[in-house]
Structure formats: C-alpha cells, structure tokens
C-alpha cells in the first residue's frame, strides 16, 4: 500500500496567516493527489485535484502544488472558516489512502 | 442542490449483518462510479469500495473484501452498503462519495454525504 505522511499533525494559526500542510507519499504517485476539507461532524469536501487543480466554488486562497512523493496544500490568508482537518489522498494505485489529517486550529 | 443522504446506521453486535442505504439527489448516479468510506471515531479516513456507474464493476479494500458488499439502484438513485460478520473495528462512520473520473478512473471523490454511523458493540 502507498503510505501517505502528512505533517503537521496539528497547527494553530491566526488570522490572515499564510499556512502550509506538506503530504509525503511512500512512492512516486505522479500528480495523483487530493486535498479535501472536513469540518466537525461533516463528510469531507473537495478542494483540490489532481495535485493543484482548485475545485469549483473553492476559494482561490486555497492552492496546493507537487508532483511524485512531495505536495504542499498552502491557504494564502487563513480565514475563520477554514478552521478544519485537511486530509492528502492518493489514487496512483489502490487501494486508495488518504493522509493521517492535519488538525488546523485558530491561534 | 446535489445532496447525499446516507442511512442504516445503528448499534449492532458482533456477528451480525448490517445494510446501509444512500439516496442522492440533484444529480443521477447513472452517470458516476460511487464510493463507501468509512472513518473511525476521532481517526482518519478509509476507503472501502467502488462500483462502476452500472454496477457491472466493484473493487474492494482488502480490509472488508469477502465481509462487504457495494450495490446500487439506478432506478432509485441509491447506492448501498451491506456488511457481514461485523466486529468493534468497523466501529465508524460510513460516508458515500461520488467519484469523478479523470485519467480513465474514478477514485477522486467530488461530492460526500453527511455520514451514518455504525457502533458495533456487545
């Protein structure tokens, strides 16, 4: 199975801040990375596909980038809103599997 | 509005069967692969299953293959999810998802519902 490590587990930021989560894939999986967003007792929602393609209706603070084992999810200027788990997905081979989670707080 | 409803989540005990329902509405899943995920309490996510838009097709996680079962209904718009043999660890929340297809396979999930969740308990 691609393991899929995302890092940090947790990160507490302010408002207007420039935040970064990074994913790394236990092997090359091209650019065959999802980011999605998931609020408390919610079903997760897509932001990004295909590693750093914006999904409709996703705001354009929300950007990501990489290709083989490394990607990084950015938000430009943290928004109360985005206050959620983001979690990494690959689809180059299955099963398919999704990063542990990176709990993003409000400092 | 597209909108994935999920249901038949309950207490069950070790053993025992359980059947999981999705209705979507806003769009025909005719026209899409869909998915099962589940998530443990407070745990990340975990993908089980995937059926081609007619149902001609299912792939399955090692973890629930043989115990676990993908079907739709076209004709009502419903996809559904039938576990056998349950145990604590299927302890979760299990969420449908539409898959979009790109590069000839349909593993990016573009709509989820709200989840059901499923406690298996003694």
């Known amino acids: 199975d691609i393991q899929m490590t995302q890092s940090p587990s947790s990160l507490s930021a302010s408002v207007g801040d420039r935040v970064s989560i990074t994913c790394q894939a236990s092997?090359?999986?091209?650019?065959?990375l999802n980011w999605y967003q998931q609020k408390p007792g919610k079903g997760p929602r897509l932001l990004i596909y295909?590693?750093?393609n914006l999904e409709i209706g996703v705001p354009s603070r929300f950007s990501a980038s990489g290709s083989g084992t490394e990607f990084t999810f950015t938000i430009s200027s943290l928004q109360p809103e985005d206050i959620a788990t983001y979690y990494c997905q690959q689809y180059e081979d299955l099963p398919i599997t999704f990063g542990q989670g990176t709990r993003l707080e409000m400092k | 509005q597209l909108l994935l409803v999920e249901s038949g989540g309950s207490v069950v005990l070790p053993g025992r069967s359980l059947r999981l329902s999705c209705v979507a509405s806003?769009?025909?899943?005719?026209?899409?692969?869909m998915h099962w995920v589940r998530q443990a309490p407070g745990k990340g996510l975990e993908w089980l299953a995937i059926i081609s838009y007619d149902g001609g097709d299912e792939t399955y996680a090692d973890s629930v293959k043989g115990r676990f079962t993908i079907s739709r209904d076209n004709s009502k718009n419903t996809l559904y999810a039938q576990l056998n043999n349950v145990s604590p660890d299927d302890t979760a929340t299990y969420y449908c998802a539409r898959g979009y297809c790109s590069r000839a396979s349909c593993y990016t999930f573009d709509n989820w519902g709200q989840g059901t969740l499923v406690t298996v308990s003694s």
């Open positions: 806003g769009f025909t899943i005719s026209n899409h692969a």
């Open positions: 295909d590693a750093s």
């Open positions: 092997q090359d999986i091209s650019y065959y």
